[in-house]
T-cell receptor, first 111, second 117 residues
Framework: SQTIHQWPATLVQPVGSPLSLECTVE??????LYWYRQAAGRGLQLLFY??????ISSEVPQNLSASRPQDRQFILSSKKLLLSDSGFYLC??????????FGPGTRLTVL | AQKVTQAQTEISVVEKEDVTLDCVYE???????LFWYKQPPSGELVFLIR??????QNEISGRYSWNFQKSTSSFNFTITASQVVDSAVYFC??????????????FGKGTKLSVIP
């Protein structure tokens, strides 16, 4: 069966510090991978998606970036965090038109 | 452009009451999928159902049922005999094909359901 992992689960970072969130999927090959952000009390915003290694599409211009160094690994990064980057970050995977399945999320607080 | 509207921001019901969560969508695609997800306090989104645009049959799964009406662009979700464990935020979502084999989800803003014992 397929599983999706995210780490860390929680993170508190100062403004201006770098960020690296990791997502890995097990039990499937060549998945589509997604990063979403959910600000407190708000809906989900798609940040990036990837259909293959090295292929990244950005939905919202911002100080975040994403990379896919391996088939089942998706990384969300920032060189300098802003206060507005605080939120709940969710990684998801899917194959073609199947549902997107979500990971447990990372709760990021930028102080 | 795709759009999903969940007009109910918050709903409170007493345990064992039935509750319906509304979802209205907009799309120009003739083929699309609709979804419902549950987000309990832990935060993880749990997939509940997917409905193909060509299949308007209503579906029942235990205490959950879904009513898909293409004529009104609605995909409503009913919980029968609600329980405290149903307390969560529920999201309705719609797919759009973004090219190169990738489908993107457009989410509604969610409905927070509180079931009071």
């Amino acid at each position: 069966s397929q599983t999706i992992h995210q780490w860390p689960a929680t993170l508190v970072q100062p403004v201006g510090s770098p960020l690296s969130l990791e997502c890995t999927v097990e039990g499937t090959s060549n998945p589509n991978l997604y990063w979403y952000r959910q600000a407190a009390g708000r809906g989900l915003q798609l940040l990036f998606y990837s259909v293959g290694i090295g292929q990244i599409s950005s939905e919202v211009p911002q100080n975040l970036s994403a990379s896919r160094p391996q088939d089942r690994q998706f990384i969300l990064s920032s060189k300098k965090l802003l206060l507005s980057d605080s939120g709940f970050y969710l990684c998801a995977w899917s194959v073609s038109g199947t549902p997107q399945f979500f990971g447990p999320g990372t709760r990021l607080t930028v102080l | 452009a795709q759009k999903v509207t969940q007009a109910q921001t918050e709903i409170s019901v007493v345990e064992k009451e039935d509750v319906t969560l509304d979802c209205v969508y907009e799309t120009r695609d003739t083929t699309y999928y609709l979804f419902w997800y549950k987000q309990p306090p832990s935060g993880e989104l749990v997939f509940l159902i997917r409905r193909n645009s060509f299949d308007e049959q209503n579906e029942i799964s235990g205490r959950y049922s879904w009513n898909f009406q293409k004529s009104t662009s609605s995909f409503n979700f009913t919980i029968t005999a609600s329980q405290v464990v149903d307390s969560a935020v529920y999201f309705c979502a719609l797919t759009s094909y973004s090219g190169a084999g990738s489908y993107q989800l457009t989410f509604g803003k969610g409905t927070k359901l509180s079931v009071i014992p």
